[in-house]
Structure formats: C-alpha cells, structure tokens
C-alpha cells in the first residue's frame, strides 16, 4: 500500500529533518521484486511521489502488468536514506550468483498500487489453489508423468504460469493447448526442481525462520555431502535436510567460516604441548574451538582451548621443560675411583696458575724444579691416586661388607680338602736333536767307518773316552771352534781328555 504522511508522526518529527525530506527529490529507478519466484528489476520511476522500501508498485514487466514491491533506489537522492548506488546494486548482483541472478532490467513503474489494485490481486491470488488442483486432473488423464506445483496469473490477467516437478523431459503441449482453452489466456508452463518448489510452497524453517529460499537467497546452488560431514555432528537425514528435502542452504553459506575456524584447529594425532603436559590430538570441536588431548605422562584425556596449545615436532621438547633443564644444575654424580694417571687431563695455563703442590713423603718439595718423585704416586693426595698407588691400608675391603664384620670366632674354619694345592712339577723334556747339515752327516758317516759301521755292536771294553754319541757331539763342536762337554754329560766344561 502507498506510504502517506500521517498527522501524529509529523508532529514528532523535528524541524531539521523536515527541511531534510523537503530536499529531497524523487527517485529515478527503483529497484523492484515481483513474481511468485521473487524476481528482482531496476525500472525507471518517472512519479513526482517520494516513495520508500515496502511501497507497492503496478509495472510493466517482460511478463505483463503485475504488482511488485519496492527494495531500493538507486539514486542519491532518492527520498531514502537506505538507497545504493546502481555500482554498489551491479556488485551485489555479481557476488550473489552473476548471471544466474534473477534480475531483470527491463520495465518500468506505471503508479503506485491502490488498494482496488491490491484487493484484485488478492482475488487472482484466492485461485492459484483451484487452478492447480485442475491442471493436476488434466495431466493426470492424459497419463503425464509430472506433478503440477503451483499457478500464478498477474494483475493483468495476460499470462498464466504453471510451475511443476518431474524427473524427465515431459511433452506437455497437449496440456498447455487445453488449459489456454479452458482458462482463456496465454499459458506458460515451467519445469522446476525441488528447491524453486519449496520457495514457492514452503514457509518456515525448523530454525523458526522464514526459509532462505523464499526470503532473500536467490541462486540455489547444490550443496555437497562434505559440508554436513564438517558442520554437524550427525547425518541424520531429518536433521540435516531442509523442506525440499535436500541438503539445507545454510550449509553452503557458512563453509567459507566453517573453513577459517577449521584452520586454526590442529590436525589429529599431533604432539602439541599443552599446560598439564606434553599429549596428542585425539579430537577437536570448530565451534567451541577446543581441542580433546591425550597425555603422555597421564593416561588421562583433557579438552584444551586451541590458544592454550603449541605445536611441537615429533621428539622435540617444550619451551618451559628446554628452560628449566638449561637453569637446574644435573645431580652430583657419586664418587668412584679417580681416573688412571695417563687418562687424567693435564691443568693448562701458565705455571703460575696451577695450585702449588704441598711437601713430599719423602721430605722434598713440591716445586717444578726439584727431583722426580717416584712413581708410585706418592706425592699425589690420597683422594687422587689410583688403586693401585694407594698403601695397603688404604686400600678398601674387598671381601668385605659395608658393616665392619665381629672378630674371626663366628667365621667356620676352611676345611683341609679346600687348602691350595703345590704346583705340580712336570718333568723335563728330552732334548730335541739339533737339525743336522751337510757337515754332520758326512761326519756321521765316517765315524761309522772309523768304529765299523753303525751295526759293529757295543764298545770293546777298555776303550778311553766317552760313548759314540758324546765323541760325534765333540768332533762337531770342536771343528765349529765350540766348548766341549765334560765328562759328566754336555755342557759341563772344556774337554781336556783325549779324544
């Protein structure tokens, strides 16, 4: 309905916005929805009125004259404050769908509506319900596999508009030549899919809200499976799907946000450092923000916000635990016997840095000059010797416990059978004859010529000197300019005898 100044509100009104609204001039082009599909028109406006958002208009669209309802204007001085410039209306058209934005820009506003224009399209509006349910009877009996939605006829009575669904391509001519017949008018018959059906016949949605379709979204664009896997928390067909019973659009419009949160988020079965200890992602919640850890040192399952989390490589440590391994002094370690006097590292530096030395065991000094001490390390503290440099009284225990153990009464006495035995002396070997040469075998042979043969038998009694063995033994060695043997066996002095 027109937009008229009424009594009360003008009172209120202030003085300066008076002046303010009588500067204003009237719009050129207005920005219009009409239609039962809510199509979107700039037309020219050409009315000495000031008209604003709500106001109803009679156009003349690419359809016939129809009713539709004013949005916008899109000139600065339009009578609104709410008014765009037609740049800022051509951007909102490319980021909404481009091309497949229903917008029109051919029409213009004929006048503003009257209530006679309004109460006639009421009436038009009171039959869409018959006129469907007869063109559903008439498709039924010619056996066509479509189901009529909806009829829409304007306010010119110029064309009749027929929405309805099916799965395949239908021959509906047949259809279209009775209903211009029977309704005596042009008669236009669209195929639409299930969401355009649940714009025109829906009205609210299970969030309370009119549905998106039928309220401002004008492109419906398919929305796919992974958006319900990433925003909800179940698949549940009655929870995630809309009147149509497709996917809801709103899954489509919120996935760049869901995308950013997502982001944030760290991956599963990463190790992240958290303030009750070192643990790895088991889940995580986009809305909440927050991340479920298990922790390494507990076997317990915390919930973390996502700012209360610092990543870490696989063996890497945290900040705090790296600073306060670097501050904290490590555990004396326990004494043990000192290093061997070879292995131990010299003291560097001047002379006259190292720590002097105090008087020896032996009454001489510690001065670098002085004599060598000896080596078994008595100069050295007792502290720093080697085992095996410390006095037999210094040395410690070694069958002995830490407890200083009573007097030898209660220990039993070693039995005779446990005594250690004496070494067993073996008796020596013969000695093993020398390698013989050249030499001595051809001396061998002629002391077998000489005692007649090696077969001639035992030695004649009477006979001076020593047996054959001893006198070869002799020749060898007197020809090689060696001691001879003795009359008691070899090696036992020169020989003087004869030979």
């Not at 659009?249 to 950013?260: A, F, G, M, N």
């Not at 007097?407 to 000695?431: F, G, I, L, S, T």
């Not at 093993?432 to 001595?440: A, N, Q, S, T, Y």
Request: proline share 12%.
């Amino acid at each position: 309905m027109p937009i008229f100044p009424l009594p009360q509100f003008e009172a209120d009104l202030a003085e300066q916005d008076k002046e303010l609204y009588a500067k204003m001039k009237p719009p050129t082009t207005v920005v219009v929805r009409f239609g039962v599909m809510l199509m979107i028109g700039e037309f020219t406006y050409h009315e000495q009125s000031k008209p604003g958002c709500g106001t109803k208009f009679v156009v003349r669209s690419h359809r016939g004259t129809e009713l539709g309802e004013m949005l916008t204007s899109t000139c600065p001085n339009s009578g609104c404050g709410k008014s765009v410039s037609r740049k800022e209306m051509l951007e909102y058209i490319d980021n909404s769908g481009g091309k497949d934005y229903p917008y029109f820009g051919q029409g213009k506003v004929l006048r503003i509506a009257t209530i006679e224009d309004m109460a006639k399209q009421a009436a038009l509006d009171g039959q869409r319900v018959q006129m469907t349910k007869q063109a559903r009877a008439i498709a039924e009996r010619m056996n066509l596999p479509m189901k009529v939605v909806d009829a829409e006829q304007i306010l010119g009575a110029e064309r009749i508009t027929f929405y309805f669904v099916s799965e395949d391509r239908v021959d509906f001519r047949e259809l279209a030549e009775e209903l211009a017949y029977v309704h005596n008018a042009r008669i236009d018959l669209r195929h639409v899919g299930a969401r355009d059906e649940a714009r025109i016949t829906a009205d609210y949605e299970k969030c309370g809200q009119h549905c998106c379709c039928k309220q401002f979204l004008k492109v419906l664009k398919p929305v796919s499976m992974k958006n319900a896997k990433i925003q909800k928390a179940t698949l549940d067909p009655l929870k995630i799907s809309g009147r149509c019973g497709r996917l809801m659009c709103c899954l489509r419009y919120e996935e760049s946000t869901y995308d950013d949160l997502r982001a944030r988020l760290p991956k599963k079965k990463q190790r992240v450092d958290t303030p009750h200890g070192v643990g790895w992602v088991v889940d995580s919640q986009i809305l909440t923000q927050l991340v479920l850890v298990q922790l390494e040192e507990v076997p317990e399952q915390v919930a973390v916000p996502v700012e209360d989390i610092t990543l870490l490589a696989p063996g890497e440590k945290p900040a705090k635990r790296v600073a306060e391994d670097t501050e904290a002094p490590g555990p004396a370690a326990p004494p043990g016997p000192a290093a061997p006097r070879g292995d131990r590292p010299r003291p560097s530096g001047p002379p006259a840095s190292r720590p002097p030395q105090g008087p020896r065991p032996d009454g001489r000094d510690g001065e670098r000059g002085g004599p060598r001490s000896d080596r078994s390390g008595s100069d050295r503290p007792p502290q720093d010797r080697a085992p095996q440099d410390r006095p037999p009284q210094e040395r410690p225990p070694q069958d002995r416990p830490p407890q200083e153990r009573p007097a030898n009464q209660d220990r039993p006495a070693r039995p005779e059978a446990q005594a250690p035995k004496p070494p067993q002396v073996q008796p020596p070997r013969p000695p093993v004859g020398e390698p013989k040469d050249e030499l001595d075998e051809i001396m061998d042979a002629m002391d077998a010529l000489d005692s007649g043969g090696p077969d001639s038998g035992p030695e004649q009694p009477g006979t001076p000197g020593a047996p054959d063995g001893q006198r070869k033994r002799r020749r060898r060695r007197r020809r090689r300019g060696g001691a001879g043997d003795g009359p008691g066996g070899e090696g036992s002095g020169p020989q003087t005898g004869p030979s």
